[in-house]
């Protein structure tokens, strides 16, 4: 119970700070600077790129199948361009396949 | 019709989408979490860390932290980690929302979260005091629908026998349609859209 009241006051205190950083920062001077333009160009799909093998790491990563499942929300973003539509697809056809 | 109510319609009909997407995410993020976390009373414990932190990746993955007892600040660099993106909305907003009381910018910035930040950075209202009144009500709505799926999906994971054998792959699901979405973006040259 307090273990888990740790765990969700960290990751809520993290969360918070990180959105109100650039207010923090750069409040008094305005946040349009050409090396930011390209932090938010770059740094973000970077991070995000990570974050798609990490997710990798708790599925059957030895197998096809998370790959197909990947492929067919790659596919199904690209085509629709509703994330609701592809995220649900994807993961059905891995729960049904898994 | 009201100034007002205009900025109210307006705002409510830009969520509309929202409503369909963080129902079901937060839904399947509720079902998630009831079955990782092992807690007690996940239904309370999703829509609490649902309405406080407007994360769905935190959502998918925080269950999991708690089922496996990680340590406090494990946790928090792994949030670190899956929520860095959040650091760079705020940059695009500092001018638009300059002389906004203190209470309603804490607010705000709270509801940060992917979704509700394109939609606040692609709106095109000029006047300064439509335009906050119209990201205050969006972030109220947006909260109010997350809160409702969370809460209801933990609550039906708890109670009914919903499979999510493989569900896990949500989270890579997301991940990858950000990532698409934002390649694209590159590839295409940029330029602000009112994203997913």
């Known amino acids: 119970m307090w273990h888990n009241l740790g765990i969700f006051a960290a990751s809520w205190a993290v969360i918070y700070l990180l959105r109100a950083f650039p207010f923090i920062a750069f409040g008094r001077c305005g946040g349009d600077r050409p090396w930011l333009r390209a932090a938010e160009k770059w740094l973000s799909p970077i991070v995000i790129a990570i974050l798609v093998v990490y997710s990798f790491a708790s599925l059957e990563w030895r197998t096809p199948l998370p790959y197909a499942a990947g492929a067919t929300v790659v596919v199904l973003q690209l085509a629709t361009r509703n994330g609701l539509l592809s995220i649900f697809a994807g993961t059905a056809l891995y729960m049904l396949l898994v | 019709m009201t100034r007002k109510h205009y900025i109210f319609l307006k705002a409510f009909k830009a969520s509309l989408p929202i409503?369909?997407?963080?129902?079901?995410?937060?839904?399947?993020?509720?079902?998630?979490?009831?079955?990782?976390?092992?807690?007690?009373?996940?239904?309370l414990w999703s829509g609490a860390i649902g309405a406080s932190c407007l994360s769905g990746t935190l959502?998918?993955?925080?269950?999991?932290?708690?089922?496996?007892?990680?340590?406090?600040?494990?946790?928090?660099?792994?949030?670190?980690?899956?929520?860095?993106?959040?650091?760079?909305?705020?940059?695009?907003?500092?001018?638009?929302?300059?002389?906004?009381?203190?209470?309603?910018?804490?607010?705000?910035?709270?509801?940060?979260?992917?979704?509700?930040?394109?939609?606040?950075?692609?709106?095109?209202?000029?006047?300064?005091?439509?335009?906050?009144?119209?990201?205050?009500?969006?972030?109220?709505?947006?909260?109010?629908?997350?809160?409702?799926?969370?809460?209801?999906?933990?609550?039906?994971?708890?109670t009914l026998p919903i499979p999510h054998k493989g569900i896990e792959f949500v989270m890579a699901a997301l991940f990858i349609s950000i990532l698409t979405d934002q390649i694209r973006l590159l590839a295409t040259g940029g330029g602000k859209e009112a994203a997913r």
């Not at chain 2, 963080?22 to 009373?41: K, L, N, T, W």
């Not at chain 2, 406090?72 to 009381?101: C, E, H, K, N």
């Not at chain 2, 209202?125 to 906050?132: A, G, I, M, Q, S």
């Open chain 2, 19 to 43: 409503l369909m997407g963080y129902g079901a995410m937060g839904f399947a993020a509720g079902v998630v979490f009831s079955a990782s976390s092992g807690v007690e009373h996940p239904a």
């Open chain 2, 59 to 158: 959502q998918f993955a925080i269950g999991d932290w708690m089922g496996k007892g990680i340590s406090v600040g494990t946790a928090a660099i792994l949030a670190l980690a899956i929520s860095f993106r959040y650091g760079l909305y705020g940059f695009s907003l500092i001018d638009r929302w300059r002389g906004v009381s203190l209470p309603l910018k804490l607010f705000l910035i709270l509801g940060l979260a992917d979704e509700n930040y394109a939609l606040e950075a692609s709106c095109t209202l000029k006047n300064r005091e439509d335009y906050v009144r119209f990201c205050a009500i969006l972030t109220a709505l947006n909260i109010s629908y997350w809160f409702a799926g969370t809460t209801i999906g933990a609550y039906a994971g708890s």
